[in-house]
């Protein structure tokens, strides 16, 4: 069983439990902590899942090791569009949150590979940045290949393992076609900007970087949930 399952089983059964009913009614500021303690990080852990991801790719030169894949020299490594705290904060802590984040980790384009190196990988300046929104982390790689003079995750980009990495895809639509990121893109290479109310009347795409790059809110989510699905 995946590592993503084996957390929905733990802490469902722990929102199941006398415990929580005590907790939620007495002390509920340590209903996150203890979700925390049984939650295990699946991209850190979860061999089987990177072994489907990288099937997924179906590129030759990416090759699955354990919990980690080599692209050539370069390690990768899981990168979830959305951690489980964000979710769980989103819900208020209601059991809700452990809907979402099934549905989201059980689609295959929920999960993405980023280079391993030190301090500054796309996987953490994202979350400093963007709060990991998938959305504007895209739009600011594409403005990476455009060699852009505003770049928001410029700390990314300055680490050489990252940015050879990315330059070696030559453009941002051949990154987005062999890293399998074209849910997340219109047809001519835009990026859908998941924070619109109402994606239903046409695809809205990013144009700028806006006060609400870092809102992670129910539209958001349903959105993200929508065009990974």
């Not at 295959?108 to 391993?116: I, K, S, T, V």
């Not at 455009?146 to 680490?159: C, K, M, P, V």
Request: glycine share 4%.
């Amino acid at each position: 069983m995946r590592v993503w399952q084996e957390n929905v089983n733990r802490v469902t059964a722990f929102y199941n439990s006398d415990y929580y009913e005590e907790l939620k009614h007495t002390q509920p500021v340590y209903i996150r902590s203890v979700c925390n303690a049984i939650m295990e990080d699946p991209d850190c852990t979860d061999a089987e899942l990177m072994t489907e991801k990288v099937c997924q790719l179906n590129n030759t030169n990416i090759i699955a090791k354990r919990n980690t894949a080599l692209d050539g020299d370069t390690i990768l490594t899981l990168d979830c569009v959305t951690g489980w705290k964000a979710l769980f904060d989103l819900h208020n802590g209601e059991r809700d949150w452990i809907n979402d984040y099934a549905e989201i980790r059980q689609s295959l384009n929920a999960h993405l590979l980023w280079p391993r190196h030190g301090n500054n990988t796309i996987n953490t300046v994202r979350y400093r940045v963007f709060k990991d929104r998938i959305d504007y982390t895209l739009y600011d790689i594409k403005r990476f290949y455009e060699d852009s003079e505003e770049l928001r995750l410029q700390d990314a980009y300055n680490d050489d393992v990252t940015a050879m990495w990315l330059r070696k895809f030559e453009t941002f639509e051949n990154l987005v076609t062999k890293m399998h990121l074209g849910c997340f893109c219109t047809v001519d290479m835009e990026i859908i900007d998941l924070s619109v109310i109402d994606l239903s009347d046409g695809l809205k795409k990013i144009t700028g970087y806006k006060d609400n790059c870092r809102t992670i809110d129910i539209t958001y989510i349903n959105n993200l949930k929508n065009v990974i699905a």
